[in-house]
């Protein structure tokens, strides 16, 4: 495998010439450029970033720490895509590490990370994890003694927001139901997942807050958390759609009066359509459904249902863009002033009294 020795040989000049030709640090003629790189190419040179990184102290990669599974998500996948597009766009690398929900292995993870020389480390929080909040404080005690910047996905640092990216689920779990409220709608349902995920618990205050702030009541008879079914082999069913046709059948069993119901996710309102409609109940006619994070499918419902749809896409460019501005030392992007907000799309399965 030829060096940069032969290269320089072949080019006639010095390896520190050759050097700084393929580093693009330093000056060189055009033509004295031009020679190098086609020495190079007729050696088929190949540098050897290991060496070089260790000369520079440095791995010239940008560190992403996903949650096992992760790349399922519509918006994970996003954000990795995102996040490789800015990187390759600044000449980067990015490395990837996997983690499950075992205590500390978030801090152990990123210092692995900090350990092979990434330049920055973003670490994204599920908030399907029993560890969800130490992970939020080991990070926000640890953020200033990291010798390269971190930043937090899906969860606020109190002590460093400018590190963190987040959604606010409960501000935006809330409209749909403000929605319904001022279209006459009294009696609102809520299903739910298990409430052991931290993103459910802030929607689930999220409708409460919408009551509250429109004098109503909250009746636990009209809330319902659902549970995945034990099958057949005593596994759990992953089937979240079934998960939200059985918690509809059991808030129709309690014989309370509804005219609509909000959901934690989309999926928990297709199974909660199809138990309506297998007993006679119209929608909207007769009850008012309301979806959350807008899955492409529920257009080819019928009636398609209505949802929520999150501002993904700014908050994937604000994270990537706080990443890199943290790296370059540059102006911090400024959360505020970009008015992150969610929007309702209305479909058939929503109708005002």
């Not at 330093?26 to 033509?31: I, V």
């Not at 689920?169 to 739910?192: D, Q």
Request: negative net charge; proline residues 4%.
């Amino acid at each position: 495998m030829a060096t940069i020795l032969d290269v320089s040989r072949r080019a006639g000049v010095a390896k520190s010439t050759v050097s700084r030709v393929l580093s693009g640090r330093g000056y060189t003629s055009d033509k004295t450029r031009e020679v190098v790189l086609k020495a190079a190419q007729e050696l088929n040179y190949r540098p050897n970033v290991l060496a070089r990184n260790l000369a520079l102290q440095t791995s010239n990669t940008i560190g992403l720490i996903l949650p096992s599974g992760a790349l399922v998500s519509r918006y994970l996948a996003s954000l990795v895509d995102e996040i490789f597009k800015k990187a390759q766009a600044a000449g980067k690398d990015v490395i990837m590490k996997h983690v499950d929900d075992r205590p500390g292995l978030a801090m152990e993870s990123i210092y692995n990370l900090i350990d092979h020389r990434c330049e920055a480390v973003m670490y994204y929080n599920s908030s399907s994890f029993v560890n969800f909040d130490d992970t939020v404080a080991e990070i926000d005690a640890a953020i200033d003694s990291f010798s390269v910047p971190v930043v937090l996905l899906n969860g606020y640092l109190p002590k460093h927001p400018k590190h963190c990216v987040w959604y606010e689920h409960a501000r935006f779990a809330a409209k749909p139901v403000e929605y319904l409220l001022e279209h006459g709608h009294r009696n609102i349902a809520y299903i739910t997942g298990p409430l052991n995920q931290r993103t459910v618990q802030e929607r689930v205050k999220g409708y409460r807050q919408a009551l509250e702030h429109h004098g109503i009541d909250y009746n636990e008879q009209l809330f319902v958390e659902g549970s995945y079914k034990v099958l057949e082999d005593d596994t759990l069913s992953q089937d979240v759609s079934l998960m939200g046709y059985e918690a509809c059948i059991e808030l129709l069993g309690r014989g309370v009066n509804f005219s609509a119901i909000c959901f934690a996710n989309d999926y928990l309102a297709i199974g909660a359509q199809k138990a309506l409609q297998e007993r006679g109940i119209d929608v909207p006619d007769e009850v008012s459904l309301f979806g959350f994070d807008d899955t492409p499918v529920l257009n080819y419902f019928s009636p398609s249902i209505s949802s929520v749809v999150l501002p993904s896409t700014q908050l994937i460019n604000y994270a990537v863009e706080l990443c890199f501005a943290h790296l370059s030392h540059s102006e911090l992007p400024d959360y505020d002033s970009l008015n992150f907000d969610s929007e309702l799309v209305l479909r058939g399965s929503v109708k005002a009294l």
